[in-house]
């Protein structure tokens, strides 16, 4: 009887043991999950995703699990992820989707990363945006890219040594110790220089700052000189602008008066160079009048009873007595 006891006592041990294990896969599985929402993303790379994979949302504890992982139907260069989230996660429509895991050699899981307040809540069947998983065959694959690139560099980089070895040499060669010794005779006479025309080298400083001082006016002056005809010209400026009649009607009669007197002129021009000789004459019959009437003149002064009578002898007969 002892031994049928324990064999029911292991049984039943037994039983309730793998209950509880069909219980926590069950469980960890998601089957009995009721209520969750189911999303969907598409990844170039599933990183290892499978059915039952964790679904983190900010990193934070496990959220959901992955319900499908398969090629997307529609395009066969990339896979679909099917996932379930808990109904209280606040899936917006602006969240990401990556492939991540918390340490390089932990397990992959799916994580959300959160969207905006701003952005409305994602309905269930809803598709999200992923980021693309970059895998260690990835990066080893842009390392095995970038290894020519790398050789080049480093065959330049030789290159580079090597005139930079020759150039310390170069430089090594003109700085020995005889031209050490030049270039320290050629500062010490450099110095000595110019602690004798120091003083000559301070007369000069003060007749320049002599010179500017008197300078400063005269740029003053000029700079007055300028505003002042700066002024002048917007008064121009604004007198022309302002198109006034009285100015308009002073210019037109300006320009008037000037072709008049151009037209005078060209009529004297031509006075003058056809009546040359008449000219000529004219001013010679003048002096002639001229000097008769001052012959006049001088007769009348001296006897000008010449008025009265004629100082002529009258006319007479012949046989006539002369008039007394």
Known sequence: MEAKREQALVGLFVLVAGGLLVATLVLLSGALTTGDSTFHTYFKNAGGLQPGSEVRYAGGPPVGRVEKVQVDPQDATRMKVDFAVHPNIPVKTDSTVLITSN?????????IIPGTNAAARAPA?????????????????????????ANDLIVHLDARVVEL????????????DRNRENI?????????????????????????????????????????????ANETLNRIDSMIKDNRADVREAVKNLRSSLAKADSIVSQ???????????????????RRITENMNAFTETIRARPYTLIRSTEPKAHEPGEAPPK
């Open 103 to 111: 340490s390089p050699l932990g397990e992959n899981f799916l994580g």
């Open 125 to 149: 069947g809803y598709t999200l945006k992923s980021k693309e998983f970059v895998s260690f065959a990835d990066i080893a694959d842009k390392l095995n890219a970038l290894a020519p690139t």
């Open 165 to 176: 070895k020759e150039t310390i040499s170069r430089v090594n060669d003109l700085l020995n």
């Open 268 to 286: 004297l021009d031509n006075t003058i160079a056809n009546n040359s000789e008449n000219l000529d004459e004219i001013i010679d019959n003048l």
């Open 184 to 228: 320290g005779e050629s500062l010490a006479n450099v110095r000595g220089m110019l602690q004798e025309d120091r003083p000559l080298v301070h007369s000069t400083l003060e007749h320049i700052n002599t010179a500017s001082a008197k300078l400063t006016p005269l740029i003053d002056d000029f700079h007055k000189t300028t505003l002042e």
